[in-house]
């Protein structure tokens, strides 16, 4: 049973910073590329960042470069995200997402809310 757990998620302060976690199970999580994307209230989901199989290749969406990070632990099967600076426009839910070749999963979400 395929399985994205994501985790770490809560009520932080403007300027403070979070580190999420995805736990992947019931797949081969190191032939998969991973990303996080993100959906505020009101919104369309949209992508955040990826990191390749290996981890040796990142890319993030204009709004959070620089302030988030992406990274992988294949031996653990998990996929993080740092998140610092925070400000009120972080505010969604966030979702790892993982993909290779046809396949394409997706985790439940963790809610992050920042106060301004």
């Known amino acids: 049973q395929v399985q994205l757990v994501e985790s770490g998620g809560g009520l932080v302060q403007a300027g403070d910073s979070l580190r999420l976690s995805c736990a992947a199970s019931?797949?081969?999580?190191?032939?998969?590329?991973m990303s996080w994307y993100r959906q505020a209230p009101g919104k369309e989901r949209e992508w955040v960042a990826i990191?390749?199989?290996?981890?040796?290749?990142?890319n993030y969406a204009d709004s959070v470069k620089g302030r988030f990070t992406i990274s992988r632990d294949n031996a653990k099967n998990t996929v993080y995200l740092q998140m610092n600076s925070l400000s009120s426009e972080d505010t969604a839910v966030y979702y790892c997402?993982?993909?290779?070749?046809?396949?394409?999963?997706w985790g439940q979400g963790t809610q992050v809310t920042v106060s301004s």
């Open positions: 990191i390749t199989t290996s981890g040796g290749s990142t």
């Open positions: 019931g797949f081969t999580f190191s032939n998969y590329a």
């Open positions: 997402y993982a993909r290779w070749r046809s396949a394409r999963y």
